[in-house]
């Protein structure tokens, strides 16, 4: 169902998006059951999945997905692909091991 209705947009990207929604109803219906079963922190509530939100500005965060074969990380760039896009980054990137999904994330008070 995402997957159609992105697959033009995000191209191979949109199976990233569609496993990150599936990751995130499979958390939520194991806290279920943990609370169900009286397993989990009695604080800790369980929440429908949803839609990241600056609490400030009350809007919604913008991220790309990218699947692990569309970006290559050179020297001070990460170039996407799919998107041609060049985008440079300060400090250090910590990989270890194989090389997986990248999420990145805008942060609209410091506008990078």
């Known amino acids: 169902m995402i997957y ?9 990207n949109a199976q990233q998006v569609s496993r990150k929604s599936t990751e995130a109803w499979k ?3 194991k806290l ?8 989990l922190l009695c604080f800790i509530i369980p929440r429908l999945p949803g839609y990241r939100k600056d609490r400030k500005n ?3 965060e913008s991220f790309l997905i990218v699947r692990n074969d569309r970006y ?9 692909k799919d ?4 985008l440079k980054y300060r400090g ?6 194989k090389q997986r999904r990248l999420e990145i994330h ?7």
């Open 4 to 12: 159609e209705k992105y697959k033009n947009v995000l191209k191979v």
């Open 27 to 29: 958390s939520f219906f």
């Open 32 to 39: 279920l059951k943990l609370k169900k079963e009286n397993k």
């Open 58 to 60: 009350n809007k919604r």
């Open 72 to 80: 290559e990380i050179k020297d001070d760039y990460i170039y996407l």
């Open 83 to 86: 998107f041609k896009l060049k």
């Open 92 to 97: 250090r990137i910590h990989l270890k091991g």
């Open 106 to 112: 805008y942060n609209s008070v410091r506008k990078r």
